[in-house]
């Protein structure tokens, strides 16, 4: 399966569109809010928003694999640095969270990046009526891979809270 032709528009912001006309942007945002008690690791922390833009038609079943082939390229190509990682939270808006979650665990569990060379933790946190199902990608050479996976831990550790 290959990708669908991406456009890197920035650093952080990339957007691709199906064979079917549907127009996605794949996008960095800084995190380091999350760990400002992180100091040495927070600056390099990026969460992933993957925005439809606009659609001629609903996205079908068969583009699902090349747009996770698109995806999980983005993401290796922004890990490849060895230097950020990536923090995925799904959208609660829609009460379509559990089902994202699950699908883009399945993408970096069954694709894993061409070189497999991202590691993916996945954390599913309860909390004011609502569960947040988040995941940290790290590149497995990263040099501050382990303070980045307990940082994740720790924040997202709702038993010690």
């Keep these: 399966m290959h990708a669908c032709h991406i456009y890197r528009i920035t650093e952080f912001n990339y957007s691709f569109t199906t064979e079917a006309g549907i127009e996605y942007e794949c996008s960095f945002k800084s995190y380091e809010e999350y760990f400002r008690n992180y100091p040495a690791i927070a600056s390099k922390v990026f969460a992933l928003d993957l925005y439809l833009i606009n659609s001629k038609q609903k996205p079908s079943p068969g583009t699902d694999k090349r747009i996770a082939d698109t995806v999980i390229t983005i993401v290796g190509d922004f890990l490849n640095s060895m230097v950020n990682v990536v923090v995925y939270v799904c959208d609660t808006s829609d009460g379509r969270s559990r089902s994202r979650a699950r699908k883009f665990k399945s993408w ?28 940290l990608l790290v590149h497995k050479k990263n040099k501050l891979k382990i303070q980045f996976i307990n940082a994740y831990v720790e924040l997202t550790d709702v038993e010690q809270k």
């Design 108 to 135: 970096f569990k069954y694709y894993e990046h061409p070189s497999r060379q991202i590691i993916q933790l996945s954390t599913d946190m309860e909390g004011g009526g609502i569960t947040l199902y988040t995941a």
